[in-house]
């Protein structure tokens, strides 16, 4: 017979599976002395009943009907209730049912965890927020390499990001972009072995930066440089397109992504167009330019190609402005302020995507929890399985449109196993998760077949 409670010392007397799986269950040691002064002259003084959550089995929430027995010392005159291991001291639930709740804590949402263990939500909070306690307690960040920073708005509050871009994993999370909380936490790592920082336009973190780490480069990142390229464009285009028909300013709009895009990268069609919009329209015709010229610096491969070009494109700007809007003027501004963080890039092309990307992330996970307090988000957003191992094989029909890594990053946000509910990790694609397999070892898991060589360094971080 197959010992669906598994836990050590306990005997299964009947089961019951209905909304729940109730387990009727005993504890086969009896306590050899009084607990309280260590007598062994004591006697039985009637059952107690206790009722225990476990993980789930089978889908279903596991409730565990146990009849303890009660004694009363002879000498104290104390009463004590039968010791029992597998069970957590502080809850009435398993080792194992704690285990499986912060297994899932960062990864799934409270109220999903609850509805799989049959419990209260708080209940679920209570013990996330001791283990987020224990994983602080334990976490000492550090600055190595190439470090990003950048802010998220979460909540209407600015929260400020830290990460490692080389090794893409966060860092740290603070609760507000403040130059007194960004400098307090960079003070304790001024001895790290910081190569440099990738981070936007902000003047308060250059300050602090050259403070605290002086001599230190600094990379603005590449997209916030020329998107205002675009920015600047396009605002030449809205206020252009007021003066037309409306029928006009519409075609424009709905054509704008012509203008944004390379001219090189256009195929024939396109170019076409392009070149008949510019013949029509000077002043689009002189945005548009401006626009490449400044998107040829980051074509070159060096310093000097790239300063002198720049070089070239601010010597242009302020003569065709007056021609034209003056909408290229806080690019302008931008360029001889951070002209030598933005050149920065090529002496090392670093780009500071990561972080923004990861801030996308928190903003997701805040959704997905529908407010979670900022302890909560900042853990699920750094300890949650983002220093991954290699992943393991995986062979299913990828669709041609979307990547691989898009692929097993979608497999691990819907695969859950089938017996206990839990989200499964990249350790095991399977249907049934390792815990199940070693607690039940009758179940036999389908496992995929394996890719192909040649794919499976698409898999490896």
């Keep these: 017979m197959i010992d669906i409670l598994s836990l050590k010392n306990w005997t299964v007397l009947r089961t019951d599976e209905n909304n729940n799986l109730v387990i009727d269950a005993e504890y086969d040691i009896q306590p050899t002395a009084c607990l309280k002064c260590g007598s062994p002259?004591?006697?039985?003084h009637g059952p107690k009943p206790v009722t225990y959550r476990d993980s789930p089995v089978r889908g279903l929430p596991v409730v565990?009907?146990?009849?303890?027995k009660r004694y009363r010392c002879l000498d104290c005159g104390s009463t004590f209730i039968q010791p029992v291991t597998g069970i957590h001291s502080e809850m009435r639930m398993t080792v194992r049912c704690v285990s499986y709740i912060q297994s899932q804590c960062l990864k799934d949402t409270f109220t999903r965890i609850a509805e799989n263990i049959g419990c209260d939500d708080k209940t679920i909070r209570s013990i996330t927020q001791k283990y987020i306690q224990q994983l602080n307690e334990n976490y000492n960040p550090e600055l190595l390499g190439w470090i990003g920073i950048d802010e998220t708005k979460i909540?209407?509050?600015?929260?400020?990001?830290?990460?490692?871009?080389?090794?893409?994993?966060?860092?740290?999370m603070l609760t507000d972009r403040e130059s007194n909380t960004v400098s307090k936490w960079l003070w304790k790592h001024r001895h790290d072995d910081?190569?440099?920082?990738?981070?936007d336009m902000w003047r308060p973190y250059k300050k602090i930066i050259n403070e605290i780490f002086p001599n230190i480069p600094i990379v603005v990142d590449k997209f916030h440089v020329v998107r205002m390229a675009n920015q600047a464009m396009d605002s030449v285009r809205i206020t252009l397109a007021k003066d037309q028909q409306k029928s006009i300013g519409k075609d424009w709009m709905r054509k704008k992504s012509l203008l944004r895009m390379r001219y090189k990268d256009l195929d024939e069609h396109g170019k076409y167009?392009?070149?008949?919009?510019l013949a029509n329209e000077p002043s689009i015709a002189i945005a548009h330019g401006l626009k490449e010229l400044f998107y040829s610096i980051y074509d070159q491969t060096n310093r000097d190609d790239a300063e002198a070009i720049l070089d070239e494109w601010i010597a242009?700007?302020?003569?065709?402005?007056?021609?034209?809007?003056?909408?290229?003027?806080?690019?302008?501004?931008?360029?001889?302020?951070?002209?030598?963080?933005?050149?920065a890039y090529f002496d090392f092309p670093i780009s500071n995507g990561y972080t923004e990307a990861l801030n996308g992330v928190a903003k997701v996970i805040n959704r997905q929890g529908r407010?979670?307090?900022?302890?909560?988000?900042?853990?699920?957003?750094?300890?949650?399985?983002?220093?991954?191992?290699?992943?393991?094989?995986?062979?299913?029909?990828?669709?041609?449109?979307?990547?691989?890594?898009?692929?097993?990053d979608l497999l691990e946000n819907l695969i859950r196993c089938e017996c206990c509910l839990r989200l499964l990790t990249p350790f095991d694609y399977s249907a049934i998760c390792v815990t199940c397999v070693e607690?039940?070892?009758?179940?036999?898991?389908?496992?995929?077949?394996?890719?192909?060589?040649?794919?499976s360094t698409l898999y490896s971080e």
């Design 155 to 172: 909540d209407g509050k600015q929260r400020f990001v830290i990460t490692d871009i080389i090794n893409r994993k966060p860092v740290e």
């Design 273 to 277: 167009n392009v070149d008949m919009w």
């Design 41 to 44: 002259s004591f006697y039985k």
């Design 371 to 408: 407010g979670y307090n900022f302890e909560t988000l900042r853990a699920r957003l750094l300890f949650n399985k983002y220093r991954k191992p290699p992943y393991p094989s995986l062979r299913m029909d990828i669709d041609e449109e979307m990547t691989a890594r898009e692929f097993v």
């Design 316 to 343: 242009i700007v302020p003569s065709e402005m007056k021609r034209t809007t003056k909408d290229f003027k806080p690019l302008l501004t931008a360029v001889k302020n951070w002209r030598e963080e933005i050149l």
């Design 439 to 455: 607690r039940f070892p009758h179940l036999k898991p389908y496992r995929y077949p394996p890719l192909p060589v040649e794919d």
């Design 64 to 68: 565990i009907n146990a009849v303890l």
């Design 194 to 199: 910081v190569k440099g920082f990738a981070m």
